[in-house]
């Protein structure tokens, strides 16, 4: 037989944006806790509201499974006496497993316990595995209240906690667990009995709480698009708001507010901004993608009053309207430009000037990551302006006032300036991307801007000693790598990290020769794992073949997929093996250098002449990025390379032939590592 289980958890109202990971922590550490028990079970959901979290679990077994181990003990000659009868060692042995030392097996030469563990009731189990099921819970941030001396997110009002229809006994922060659940705080009469596990939904229900969250969320995304098409237009829903909103509302009601018409003069984002971010509303727009005067926002309440609830949502946005409005008009008494000269009293970070001075570093750089991708004149032009402009909006009051707005608002201000449409843009993306799944910069001059700007931010960061290190990223150098990486292979651009990272280093005065070889191995390093989270759907030893080298963030992912597809055909395993034999003893030369007038066997005229022919064809493929051509060609080396093993003795006597001979193969190695490491590759 099995019952349902029910784990109800009442607290104050939990932060919205933690409770989708309370949810997940809840639901997994109950799945583990059951098996740890060895109690079977069938479905698990968790439910939840800014309220409440619980577990549902339906068919939760009555008993534990019976288990039967074999433990092993002393050898034979130890747990028996010459007579036959049990040493100490044997009966300790078997003290200690509680068994007789008669029921002692022996097998293998040792002596076993068989143990058989009666399963117990989970009833008895419950109290225990659910307490510890609310105190394993961990959170961002925890509360203590009262003389406690007990943390969690918010404090305990209630717990239920109900095995079938009978209560598991049990107590947590003063909190006794029981039956008695509380309904919605202004549309119920208060608390409610939940009879069993398998009616808490509907108990919910009944008094005004919609606790599953999936029905929650298509309620609140039905009301929201009807209100819209009520008023002629298309609610913007986004998933992280709506997100939100679901874990603010036990009980949704969407309804529409409006706003007047003179704030549509504004920037749209100046206006969705404080709409959306600031007041979890939704925006509303026409057929055109215009914005219209409207916003639709969710009450955690029913349909009563909502013109009063009306009311008091459009004068608080109609204050936030206002001072965007007046923050829009003040900054427009000066062009971007002008707002530029205040970045000189903006600290970048300690010891690496003003905002102004990182600025003018990014001119430069853009122009020289201009010249290195061959960008056409116009472009170069582009770049360069939006680089000077790029950080002159943070300055500004709308920024300073709506920080989500930096890059936006400057893109704004530029065009209302009559900056070009392509410096205006470039202002924008060179911030991108600002969150993950957010998109890459679409001009050439929003990617050299931004490229310039993350190199920056690296470089001038780690010449402070302040390299990311275990979960601490404060500067989000993280974040601004993996943008740089997914950014260039996006693109398909070609560019040298170490080029860059070279010029960035002059610009800082960064001169000392051991601390500019020891930052572009840092950097190196730093996009070298960046690479590997971007690449984590290739095969792990792939990807460990082609990271030696990371100067072109595009060539690596060209290369991981050439080496995908080379490792998969019928002749990769023979290339290989071939390329492995050169690397192993190509460690042992002194230098690549080759003497052709010392080879004395035919097989080592051939494997040069191939050698040479190979890199002649190389350059050509891998100046046009055909990294699957260049496979192609370096598998050509590889009857060569066998003959060679095969008829020539590379550590001869003379150690003139000697270090030619592995000077060849050094050569030879350089060549292939070109593509890969092929001593990484898994056969």
């Not at 209630?158 to 919605?184: K, N, Q």
């Not at 230098?591 to 350059?619: G, I, N, P, R």
Request: overall charge negative; glycine content about 6%.
């Amino acid at each position: 037989m099995s019952k349902d289980l029910l784990l109800e958890i009442g607290t104050e109202e939990v932060p919205a944006h933690v409770m989708p990971g309370i949810l997940a922590q809840l639901k997994e550490n109950a799945r583990q806790a059951f098996q740890d028990n060895r109690i079977a079970f069938g479905s698990v959901r968790t439910l939840g509201t800014p309220r409440r979290t619980a577990l549902l679990v339906k068919d939760l077994a009555e008993k534990q499974a019976d288990v039967s181990s074999e433990n092993r003990g002393p050898s034979v000659q130890i747990a028996f006496d010459a007579d036959g009868n049990p040493t100490k060692a044997a009966q300790g042995f078997a003290r200690g497993q509680h068994v007789a030392p008669q029921d002692l097996v022996v097998k293998d030469g040792y002596v076993y316990a068989v143990v058989h563990e009666k399963g117990r009731e989970t009833a008895d189990l419950l109290r225990d595995i659910l307490k510890e099921l609310i105190c394993g819970l961990t959170f961002p941030n925890n509360m203590r209240w009262a003389d406690l001396d007990f943390k969690f997110i918010r404090p305990l009002r209630w717990i239920v906690a109900l095995y079938g229809g009978e209560i598991v006994p049990f107590e947590v922060a003063e909190v006794r667990s029981g039956r008695i659940s509380r309904g919605h705080r202004f549309l119920s009469s208060g608390d409610f009995e939940i009879a069993d596990a398998g009616s808490y939904e509907a108990a919910c229900e009944e008094h005004s709480v919609i606790v599953d969250p999936d029905k929650r969320k298509a309620m609140i995304r039905e009301q929201i698009e009807a209100v819209a098409r009520e008023h002629g237009g298309t609610a913007e829903i986004t998933e992280d708001l709506l997100e939100e909103v679901l874990y603010l509302v036990e009980y949704p009601t969407a309804l529409c507010g409006r706003f007047e018409e003179k704030y549509l003069k504004l920037p749209p984002e100046a206006v969705i901004t404080p709409m959306r971010d600031h007041q979890r509303y939704f925006p509303v727009k026409a057929a055109d993608g215009s914005l219209m005067p409207l916003f639709i926002t969710v009450r955690n309440g029913g349909k009563e009053y909502l013109e009063t609830v009306q009311h008091g949502n459009e004068r608080v946005l109609r204050a936030r309207l206002a001072d965007a409005q007046f923050f829009f008009d003040e900054d427009r008494k000066k062009s971007l430009e002008e707002h530029r000269e205040k970045l000189k009293t903006v600290v970048f970070q300690q010891g690496l000037g003003t905002m102004y001075d990182k600025s003018e570093r990014l001119m430069q750089l853009a122009d020289f990551i201009a010249d290195e991708i061959g960008a056409d004149e116009k472009t170069h032009k582009h770049a360069k302006r939006a680089a000077l402009l790029c950080k002159a909006d943070l300055v500004t009051g709308m920024v300073q006032e709506f920080t989500e707005l930096q890059g936006i608002m400057g893109r704004e201000y530029a065009k209302l300036d009559g900056e070009c449409e392509k410096v205006a843009i470039a202002i924008d993306e060179h911030y991108m991307p600002r969150f993950a799944g957010d998109s890459q910069p679409q001009s050439d001059a929003g990617r050299i801007v931004s490229a310039a700007d993350k190199i920056d931010t690296i470089v001038g960061t780690f010449s402070r000693g302040k390299i990311p290190t275990g979960s601490q990223d404060p500067f989000a150098l993280r974040r601004q790598a993996l943008g740089l990486v997914n950014m260039m292979i996006e693109a398909g651009q070609t560019l040298s990290m170490s080029k860059v990272v070279e010029k960035s280093m002059d610009l800082y005065g960064i001169m000392d020769g051991n601390a500019r070889a020891k930052m572009q191995s840092d950097v190196a390093d730093f996009m070298r794992l960046r690479l590997k989270n971007v690449l984590e759907h290739v095969r792990y030893d792939v990807v460990d073949a082609v990271l030696e080298n990371v100067d072109d963030l595009y060539a690596v992912s060209l290369r991981a997929e050439a080496v995908s597809r080379f490792v998969t055909t019928k002749d990769a395993a023979a290339n290989i093996q071939a390329f492995v034999r050169v690397a192993n003893l190509a460690r042992k030369a002194g230098s690549a250098d080759v003497d052709v007038s010392l080879f004395t066997a035919e097989e080592e005229k051939s494997l040069y002449q191939a050698y040479t022919s190979t890199a002649s064809a190389l350059e050509s493929l891998i100046a046009g990025q055909d990294y699957t051509g260049a496979i192609d060609a370096l598998s050509e080396l590889s009857r060569p390379i066998d003959a060679f093993f095969d008829g020539v003795m590379v550590m001869d006597k003379d150690e003139k032939i000697k270090a030619n001979r592995l000077g060849l193969l050094r050569a030879t190695d350089l060549l292939i590592g070109r593509v890969a490491d092929f001593t990484k590759i898994v056969l």
